[in-house]
């Protein structure tokens, strides 16, 4: 081989070389780079989980907080639902006594009209005046009344009824209740078995 080839060759050699090179330092720099990014990536990514973790945390105390504002708020409902009804009960009462001495009050109403009428017919008996009827609002009143009443009365008595035959000895009680009763008691007895079954084992 001639030394012009030979030269040749070995410039080319050198120059491809170069290139090489040139792409080395160019990848290992680029590397560096994207070395330099993956660190701060990972310091970013651990920062944003200890944030995550620090959120959870205080999302967590935060429910729980809610959680304890709701528990108090429903007692204080059911503090408040207690005084509520406690006071509808006394107003109910006292509206109930003072029914009762107006229904009183009526009866000696009547005792009195039908005593002033007598006193008329005494004292003249040809005398046409009638007693006028009395207004329709009392008994339009009593009438519901009586039905709240017999409705209530109705309820109570089905409870008892129910409750009685669920405790008895034997199933008799219940075949004997209404249909529409007897599921009731079977299942009040159901309750009550498995309820003294828990307590035994407890």
Do not use: C, Y
């Not at 009209?113 to 009395?134: D, K, M, W």
């Not at 009365?153 to 219940?174: C, K």
């Amino acid at each position: 081989m001639e030394r012009q080839q030979v030269e040749q060759k070995l410039a080319t050699a050198e120059a491809q070389r170069a290139q090489a090179a040139r792409r080395l330092a160019e990848n290992e720099q680029r590397l560096a780079q994207l070395e330099d990014e993956r660190v701060a990536l990972l310091n970013g990514a651990e920062m944003a989980r200890r944030g995550v973790s620090d959120f959870d945390e205080h999302l967590e105390r935060l429910r729980s907080e809610l959680a304890a504002v709701q528990i108090d708020e429903a007692r204080a409902d059911v503090v408040q639902s207690v005084r509520s009804r406690d006071q509808a009960v006394e107003q109910a009462a006292a509206t109930f006594e003072a029914s009762l001495v107006a229904l009183r009050r009526i009866d000696q109403a009547r005792v009195s009209v039908a005593e002033a009428h007598g006193r008329l017919r005494a004292l003249e008996p040809t005398a046409r005046e009638s007693v006028p009827p009395e207004p329709d609002t009392l008994e339009e009143k009593w009438a519901e009344f009586a039905s709240v009443f017999q409705e209530r009365t109705g309820r109570q008595l089905e409870t008892d009824l129910v409750d009685a035959a669920a405790r008895s000895v034997t199933l008799r009680a219940i075949d004997e209740l209404p249909g529409h009763l007897r599921e009731l008691a079977l299942q009040r007895r159901h309750d009550l078995m498995h309820g003294g079954t828990k307590r035994r084992a407890g």
